[in-house]
C-alpha cells in the first residue's frame, strides 16, 4: 500500500510539474504572438503615416513654389467666364420672386509647367472664382425671364464673390501629381530626410529598434535605401507611395527589422525571467521532495537491511554463549577444567566479537557529533600497517591466508592518530578477508608520490560493481550479492575509514573489478 501511494504521489507531483512548465510555455508562445500582431499593427500605421507625409510634404513644397512664382510674375491675370447658372423661384400667392446667379471665372497667371519640370509644358495654372448674386422681387408680377437682366430694380440685392479653394486645391494636385510623376524618386526625397521621418514615426509609436529601409521601383531597387538594407519577408513591410492620379503607384517603400524576434522577445523579458525562476524553483523544489522521498524510503530499506544484519550478527554469538553454558552446567564437563577453560574462552571471544559490533556502531555516531578524539602524533607508517596485520592475524591464519608486504615508500612518517588508524587499515583487511570466498591473498603496498605516501590494500576476492564503488563508502551500504547475509556486516566500517582518513586531511578510494579482486588506496600527507 505505501509503494502504491508512493508511486500515485510521484505520478501527480510529476504531472503537475509538466502542466506548469507546459503552462508557461502556451503563456510565452501566446505573449509572443500578441507581440508580434501589434508590432505589426504599429509598423503598419507608422509606414502609412511615413507614405502620406512623403506625399503632403511634396505636395506642400510644390504649392508654396507655385505661390512664389505666381507672386514674383507681377501680371495682373486674364479672367474669363466659363460658366454661369442662373436659377428662378416665383411664389404664385405672395408675387415673391426671388432669382440666384452663379457665375465661374478662372484667373490666368500665364505660369508655363516648364518651370516645375522641363518635361511638362502642355498645361497652365489657373485659379478658380464665383461671384454669386441673389436678388428678390416683391409683388412684381411682371418678372419673367425675358425681363431677367433687365433695368427692374430688386427689393433685396445679396452679392457674393471668393476663391473656390476646393476647386482650386484639386486643380493643383492634379497637376502636381502629373509633374511628380515625372520626376525621379532620386529628386523627390533623400535617403536622409526618409531615415529621420521613418525613425520620428517609429519612436512615436514605441517601435526603438534597428531598421532598414529601401525604395524599389516597379520591383527594382532605387538608390534610395540604407547601407543594411536586406529583403527578408519574415521581418519586411511594404507600403505602395506616390500615387498618381488615377490611384497607382510604381514606388514600394519596404522596411525590415533585422532584430525584430529580439527585440519581440526584449518586451517579454522581465516577465519572462521571472516565469523562469519561478518554474526553476518548482522544480527544484519537486526535485529535493521527490529526492527527500526516495531517500527517506532507501533510509527505510537501509534501516531494515542494518537491523537484520545487526539480529544476525548477534544471534551467531548469543546462540553460541548460550550453547557453551549449558555445556558447562553438564556434570560432565564441570569436573573437566580444560573443556570449561576451552568454553570459557568460547564465551569471552563470542562477547568481545558483540562488544566490537557495537563499539564500532557507537564510533560512527560519535564521529558524526564531532565526539572522537582524533589527536595526531608523528607515526611510521609502516609501523601501524604491520600493527594492523598482527590484529587480524588469527582471522588470517584460520582462514589459511597470507599477507605479502610491498613496503616501497623512502619517506613513512605522518601525523596519524595511531588508534584510529589501525582501526581503519583493520576494518579494511577484514574486508579484504571477508569478501575473499577461497583462500585470502592480500597485498600491501607503499609508494611515495611527491609529498604524500599511499598505501594500496589488493585483494584477489569477489570484487564490486561500478556501482557499488561509488557508494561502498556509504554509512549502510552493502552490495547485495544475492544471500543477504552470506558475508556478516553491517556497512559501517568503510564509512568509518573514510571519515578518518578525511580527518588526517587524506583521501580513500577504491579501484575493482567484478570477480577480480578490489584495491583499496590511502593516501595521506607526509611530515615536511
Not at 460658366?83 to 440666384?100: A, F, G, H, P
Not at 546462540?319 to 564437563?333: C, Q, W
Not at 588469527?394 to 584510529?420: F, M, P, W
Request: no cysteine; glycine share 4%; aromatic share 10%.
Amino acid at each position: 500500500m505505501n509503494k502504491l501511494f508512493f508511486r500515485i504521489l510521484v505520478l501527480l507531483m510529476s504531472l503537475s510539474l509538466i502542466g506548469i512548465i507546459l503552462v508557461q510555455v502556451f503563456w510565452f508562445n501566446s505573449s509572443f504572438k500578441n507581440n508580434e500582431e501589434q508590432f505589426k499593427y504599429h509598423v503598419t500605421q507608422v509606414i502609412g503615416n511615413v507614405a502620406d507625409k512623403l506625399e503632403q510634404q511634396e505636395e506642400y513644397s510644390f504649392y508654396d513654389k507655385y505661390n512664389r512664382i505666381k507672386d514674383s510674375t507681377g501680371k495682373i491675370p486674364k479672367k474669363e467666364d466659363l460658366l454661369e447658372v442662373l436659377y428662378v423661384q416665383r411664389n404664385t400667392k405672395t408675387n415673391k420672386t426671388i432669382v440666384y446667379s452663379n457665375t465661374l471665372s478662372s484667373e490666368d497667371y500665364d505660369i508655363d509647367g516648364t518651370l516645375f519640370n522641363k518635361k511638362f509644358s502642355s498645361e497652365r495654372f489657373k485659379n478658380f472664382s464665383s461671384k454669386r448674386v441673389t436678388e428678390v422681387y416683391n409683388n412684381n408680377n411682371g418678372i419673367d425671364n425675358n425681363s431677367l437682366g433687365q433695368s427692374i430694380i430688386p427689393d433685396l440685392r445679396i452679392e457674393k464673390s471668393g476663391s473656390l479653394d476646393i476647386l482650386n486645391k484639386v486643380q493643383q494636385q492634379i497637376q502636381y501629381k502629373d509633374i511628380a510623376s515625372l520626376t525621379p524618386i532620386e529628386g523627390r526625397i533623400t535617403k536622409d530626410k526618409l531615415h529621420k521621418l521613418l525613425k520620428k514615426e517609429l519612436e512615436e509609436y514605441g517601435v526603438k529598434t534597428k531598421f532598414e529601409y529601401g525604395i524599389y521601383s516597379s520591383g527594382v531597387p532605387t538608390k534610395i535605401k540604407s547601407d543594411g538594407f536586406h529583403y527578408d519577408k519574415e521581418a519586411t513591410y511594404n507600403i505602395p507611395i506616390y500615387t498618381d492620379n488615377e490611384g497607382n503607384s510604381r514606388y514600394e517603400l519596404s522596411v525590415t527589422f533585422p532584430n525584430k524576434k529580439k527585440f519581440l522577445l526584449s518586451e517579454l523579458l522581465s516577465i519572462t525571467i521571472l516565469s523562469i525562476v519561478f518554474t526553476l524553483i518548482i522544480i527544484v523544489a519537486y526535485t529535493s521532495a521527490l529526492n527527500q522521498l526516495l531517500r527517506q524510503k532507501h533510509i527505510s530499506e537501509i534501516k531494515t537491511d542494518f537491523i537484520n544484519n545487526m539480529t544476525h550478527e548477534f544471534k551467531t554469538p548469543i546462540a553460541t554463549i548460550n550453547l557453551a553454558l549449558d555445556a558447562i552446567r553438564n556434570p560432565k564437563i564441570i569436573e573437566d577444567k580444560d573443556k570449561v577453560f576451552r568454553y570459557l574462552q568460547m564465551i569471552r571471544d563470542e562477547n568481545k566479537r558483540m562488544h566490537a559490533q557495537v563499539e564500532n556502531v557507537l564510533r560512527i555516531s560519535k564521529l558524526e557529533k564531532r565526539e572522537l578524539d582524533i589527536t595526531k602524533e608523528p607515526t611510521v607508517v609502516h609501523d601501524i600497517i604491520d600493527d594492523a596485520i598482527e590484529h587480524v592475524n588469527l582471522i588470517l591464519e584460520d582462514r589459511k591466508g597470507t599477507v605479502v608486504r610491498h613496503y616501497n615508500a623512502a619517506r613513512t612518517t605522518s601525523l596519524i592518530n595511531e588508534v584510529h588508524f589501525t582501526n581503519v587499515l583493520v576494518n579494511i583487511l577484514e574486508n579484504a578477508i571477508k569478501y575473499s570466498p577461497g583462500t585470502p591473498e592480500i597485498e600491501i603496498f607503499t609508494e611515495n608520490v611527491k609529498d604524500m605516501i599511499l598505501i594500496k590494500v589488493r585483494d584477489h576476492g569477489l570484487g564490486m560493481s561500478k556501482i557499488a564503488q561509488k557508494r561502498v563508502f556509504e554509512k549502510f551500504y552493502r552490495e547485495h550479492t544475492g544471500d543477504l547475509h552470506n558475508v556478516k556486516g553491517h556497512g559501517l566500517g568503510l564509512a568509518y575509514v573514510k571519515r578518518i582518513v578525511e580527518d588526517h586531511n587524506g583521501q580513500v578510494y577504491v579501484e575493482s573489478e567484478k570477480g577480480k579482486g578490489s584495491t583499496f588506496i590511502i593516501k595521506i600527507p607526509l611530515i615536511n
